[in-house]
């Protein structure tokens, strides 16, 4: 038995959409793909989620191969030939370039239906009520960082902390549930108030199980609003913060 565990996301949409992300991420031109860049930040990603044991999706590494397919015919040496041809040079990037501008157009089509149907709830009718005794709070914004955000903090964090598995290794049963992990998480998440945890903090032990434990507990808080991500800007550190009620 080769692994201690396995664990499987629900979050990622797709190749496509992790591309998408880099691209937005680096502010790449999509009409002029930069593939030695994209296929090197694509693979550190593929590369983070094979050293947590998630279960990846084949549709991820066939694009992994597509993208060093491209890669390497970018990379041959053109042919000078002398005489004129009247034939275009297909740009490899071509089908790739339409696929992500395809997506890109029906995510962006999503989106707006999304906001449309989050408006149209937004509309009812009642009598009027009188709500003397209830505060006005302001709503908290939860930001908006996605699942690949998540998983790119993690790999900086792993990079940094020069993290490696031992030469030798005996499997250990996890030491603690997702479950446990989580009211864990929200007690320091909750102590820190209003200044926030960074995302390297909720991490302090570097046993593989504990990372992928707490990376897990991390997701479900925030699929069940307990706490927020946010990031001030691109590329700068991912901050844990308690959602108050």
Request: proline share 3%; hydrophobic share 40%; net charge negative.
């Given at each position: 038995?080769?692994?201690?565990?396995?664990?499987?996301?629900?979050?990622?949409?797709?190749?496509?959409?992790?591309?998408?992300?880099?691209?937005?991420?680096?502010?790449i031109?999509?009409?002029?793909?930069?593939?030695?860049?994209?296929?090197?930040?694509?693979?550190?990603?593929?590369?983070?989620?094979?050293?947590?044991?998630?279960?990846?999706?084949?549709?991820y590494?066939?694009?992994?191969?597509?993208?060093?397919?491209?890669?390497?015919?970018?990379?041959?040496?053109?042919?000078?030939?002398?005489?004129?041809?009247?034939?275009?040079?297909?740009?490899?990037?071509?089908?790739?370039?339409?696929?992500?501008?395809?997506?890109?157009?029906?995510?962006?089509?999503?989106?707006?239906?999304?906001?449309?149907?989050?408006?149209?709830?937004?509309?009812?009718?009642?009598?009027?009520?009188?709500?003397?005794?209830?505060?006005?709070?302001?709503?908290?914004?939860?930001?908006?960082?996605?699942?690949?955000?998540?998983?790119?903090?993690?790999?900086?964090?792993?990079?940094?902390?020069?993290w490696?598995?031992?030469?030798?290794t005996?499997?250990?049963?996890?030491?603690?549930?997702?479950?446990?992990?989580?009211?864990?998480?929200?007690?320091?998440?909750?102590?820190?108030s209003?200044?926030?945890?960074?995302?390297?903090?909720?991490?302090?032990?570097?046993?593989?199980?504990?990372?992928?434990?707490?990376?897990?507990?991390?997701?479900?808080?925030?699929k069940?609003?307990?706490?927020?991500?946010?990031?001030?800007?691109?590329?700068?550190?991912?901050?844990?913060?308690?959602?108050?009620?």
């Amino acid at each position: 038995m080769n692994q201690a565990y396995q664990v499987k996301i629900d979050s990622f949409e797709g190749p496509l959409d992790l591309l998408l992300h880099l691209i937005n991420q680096y502010e790449i031109d999509i009409y002029d793909i930069p593939v030695a860049q994209i296929t090197e930040q694509y693979m550190q990603y593929i590369h983070t989620m094979q050293h947590l044991e998630l279960n990846i999706a084949s549709e991820y590494l066939v694009m992994a191969a597509t993208l060093l397919a491209i890669k390497s015919q970018m990379l041959l040496p053109k042919q000078e030939i002398e005489e004129e041809i009247d034939d275009y040079a297909e740009d490899p990037r071509e089908e790739l370039m339409q696929r992500l501008i395809e997506y890109r157009k029906y995510k962006e089509a999503a989106d707006h239906l999304k906001e449309k149907e989050i408006d149209a709830n937004q509309i009812f009718t009642r009598p009027p009520v009188v709500f003397d005794d209830i505060e006005n709070k302001q709503p908290v914004t939860q930001g908006d960082i996605s699942i690949y955000d998540m998983l790119g903090a993690l790999g900086k964090m792993l990079e940094r902390k020069k993290w490696t598995d031992p030469m030798e290794t005996k499997i250990k049963r996890v030491e603690i549930s997702i479950e446990q992990r989580m009211t864990e998480v929200v007690q320091i998440v909750k102590a820190a108030s209003k200044q926030g945890v960074t995302f390297d903090q909720l991490f302090s032990k570097r046993t593989r199980s504990h990372i992928v434990v707490t990376f897990m507990a991390l997701l479900e808080l925030m699929k069940e609003a307990q706490v927020y991500c946010k990031q001030e800007k691109q590329l700068d550190d991912l901050y844990v913060f308690y959602l108050e009620d």
